[in-house]
């Protein structure tokens, strides 16, 4: 009797993860995310780890998560994936401040951004 299973909001050959709360504006995080658009998950994940962007890793682990969601969940080949999709959006913003001169206040915004990525299984041409 009980209810129907969700149906996938990925196609079957795709899988994606999703990674929320990252201590960084949306913009800086879409500079990594652009580095790893639409390349094979191997060579992404080299370019994550050799970045000197301090995001880079947590986008790494992102990543891994997805990869391990494909092969585990969805039985697809991990030889034969790419990133499809790496797109970031805003979350919450943390509203502080700092004292500043002749009794004024300078605001200092602290945003936090999320990260979604989907791998694709594409077969290679011979």
Known sequence: MGKDKNPRRVADNEA???LRMLRTSPQKLNLVAGLIRGKKVGHALTDLTFS????AQDVK???QSAI????NNHGLDVDELIVAEAYVGKNLVMKRGRP???GRFGRI???FSEI???V?????QA
């Open 16 to 18: 994606m993860a999703k």
């Open 52 to 55: 000197k962007k301090r995001i």
């Open 61 to 63: 682990k992102c990543l």
């Open 68 to 71: 391990a969601n494909a092969e």
């Open 100 to 102: 500043r001169a002749r």
């Open 109 to 111: 915004n602290k945003p």
């Open 116 to 118: 979604t990525i989907k």
């Open 120 to 124: 694709r299984q594409v077969e290679e």
